[in-house]
């Protein structure tokens, strides 16, 4: 099963679906789009896929999206979209594409919902917390 993911490699969440896409079994393409960019039609078809706008997909922490004025009510798709490109970290990651599907994986646990296979349980975040238990069901806000 062809997997790719949107990595940031800096971001706890993301190397966390890195590692539970990795146990259960797959080999995923890893983009690191804060290297690699974005372009305007990538992001339209990412969001539309997921299901979501750019507003919802707007990464407002550790980011300038505030200082920049991109929270303001106002501010139009294709004005996110075009800061977006030029500032990669504002968008929220992962992403992760399979199966013709699109998730942004907050939290961590959303990727099991596109993989056929989990990871062996108990499973565990980076953090040493409870992901899935021994009994193969996911723990509540992972």
Not at 116 to 133: C, N
Request: hydrophobic content about 40%; aromatic content about 6%; overall charge neutral.
């Amino acid at each position: 099963m062809n997997i790719v993911i949107f990595h940031n490699p800096n971001c706890g969440t993301s190397r966390n679906v890195v590692k539970i896409i990795k146990d259960a079994g797959y080999t995923p393409n890893i983009v690191e789009y804060l290297e690699a960019g974005w372009s305007i039609a990538q992001l339209k078809t990412l969001f539309s896929k997921a299901g979501i706008t750019a507003h919802e997909a707007l990464r407002v922490s550790k980011t300038p999206a505030e200082e920049m004025g991109l929270t303001a009510p106002e501010v139009t798709e294709q004005q996110l979209l075009e800061a977006m490109v030029t500032h990669p970290i504002l968008v929220n990651r992962p992403f992760v594409a399979c199966k013709g599907q699109v998730r942004l994986c907050r939290p961590s646990g959303e990727v099991l919902s596109i993989l056929k296979q989990w990871p062996p349980v108990p499973h565990y975040k980076e953090d040493g917390s409870l992901l899935i238990d021994a009994d193969g069901v996911l723990v509540k806000g992972a």
